[in-house]
């Protein structure tokens, strides 16, 4: 089975601090895709990133920068010099290849405080 | 392009009584799934359509909640009777063709209150 563990409930930061949010998974697929996606107040989810389980390579979005470690079944999220608009609950999911649902972790929920 | 629709936004209602969702997707988008997202935790797949077919509704509670998607187009959920852990948000969300490396794009959700 498969299962995503967000470590961090709450996070707080002050405006233009840098932030990582952490995402360990469990599979034992060997092909697999990781997710995040931004839940902000008012409650869609908003896709962000989509990695395959063969691409390490770090990824980088403007402030958004993605770290993914198979030695470590990690996959963490880093927004740099954040803004008060970060604030949102940030889940990560993982999926299996072809036709299957997203597993999503329980969230991190980020306020960016003025 | 117009993102997924889904009504109502809220939902108060008594335990015991029935309720329905209705979502529409993204033009074009051949899968549909219906999440519950229970308030702390994150969205878990109630059932996933792939055209009018449902592909998967293995955590669908089948003896109180039932969907459909007739037209292969829009859905409802209907949840009946309700019971008070069914207080959730309810998120509707579509792909294109429900491989994974099509994004899903979700809607604002119906959140549900049951008292």
């Known amino acids: 089975a498969q299962k995503v563990t967000q470590a961090q409930t709450e996070i707080s930061v002050v405006e233009k601090e840098d932030v990582t949010l952490d995402c360990v998974y469990e599979?034992?697929?060997?092909?697999?895709?990781l997710f995040w996606y931004k839940q902000p107040p008012s409650g869609e989810l908003v896709f962000l990133i989509r990695?395959?389980?063969?691409?390490?390579q770090n990824e980088i979005s403007g402030r958004y920068s993605w770290n993914f470690q198979k030695s470590t079944s990690s996959f963490n999220f880093t927004i740099t010099a954040s803004q008060v608009v970060d604030s949102a609950v940030y889940f990560c999911?993982?999926?299996?290849?072809?036709?299957?649902?997203?597993?999503f972790g329980k969230g991190t929920r980020l306020s960016v405080i003025a | 392009e117009a993102g997924v629709a889904q009504s109502p936004r809220y939902k108060i209602i008594e335990k015991r009584q029935s309720v329905a969702f209705w979502c529409n997707p993204i033009?074009?988008?051949?899968?549909l799934y219906w999440y519950q997202q229970i308030l702390g935790q994150g969205p878990k797949l109630l059932i996933q359509?792939?055209?009018?077919?449902?592909?998967?509704d293995s955590q669908l509670p089948k003896d109180r909640f039932s969907a459909e998607r007739l037209k292969g187009v829009d859905s409802t959920l209907k949840i009946q009777p309700a019971k008070l852990e069914d207080s959730a948000v309810y998120l509707c969300?579509?792909?294109?063709?429900?491989?994974?490396?099509?994004?899903?794009?979700f809607g604002d959700g119906t959140r549900l209150s049951i008292l």
């Open positions: 990695r395959n389980s063969f691409d390490e």
């Open positions: 359509f792939q055209n009018n077919g449902v592909v998967d």
């Open positions: 599979t034992r697929d060997t092909t697999y895709y």
């Open positions: 999911a993982l999926s299996l290849s072809g036709n299957t649902p997203l597993v």
């Open positions: 969300a579509s792909s294109l063709t429900g491989q994974t490396n099509q994004p899903q794009h």
């Open positions: 033009s074009g988008h051949a899968t």
